[in-house]
């Protein structure tokens, strides 16, 4: 399987955001997409994440709330929003698969990962 994550930029404090992860490749139908973020000089943060199949969705605790997972079965494309961004969201946000956990959270539980997409959140 492969992701592309994509949709980062720059954004004012306030804004929202949504950012996209293509998923190709062979797809098995137990695997769960999530989101990572990692800012500078941090360890990488689970943001959420979505069962491919029934598209069961949990969040991690900083975003829960203000963050929606959703997937486009038509488009194979999970989507991230995220409203009301502080300069703490600022971070390379990640997608990635699960094949072998349920209910994932931390990043070795992810086997598959895509490149990042940099997001930053401005005062």
């Known amino acids: 399987v492969q992701l592309q994550a994509s949709g980062g930029g720059l954004l004012q404090a306030g804004a929202s955001l949504t950012l996209s992860c293509k998923v190709s490749?062979?797809?098995?139908?137990?695997?769960?997409i999530g989101w990572f973020r990692q800012a500078p000089g941090k360890e990488r943060e689970f943001v959420g994440a979505?069962?491919?199949?029934?598209?069961?969705?949990y969040y991690g605790d900083s975003v829960n709330g203000r963050s929606t997972i959703r997937r486009d079965s038509g488009s194979d494309t999970v989507t991230l929003r995220m409203d009301s961004l502080t300069p703490d969201d600022t971070a390379a946000y990640y997608c990635?698969?699960?094949?072998?956990?349920?209910?994932?959270?931390?990043?070795?539980?992810?086997?598959?990962w895509g490149q990042g997409t940099l997001v930053t959140v401005s005062s």
């Open positions: 990635a698969a699960s094949h072998f956990t349920a209910w994932a959270r931390r990043p070795y539980e992810y086997e598959h």
């Open positions: 490749g062979h797809i098995f139908s137990n695997y769960t």
């Open positions: 979505i069962f491919w199949t029934g598209g069961t969705t």
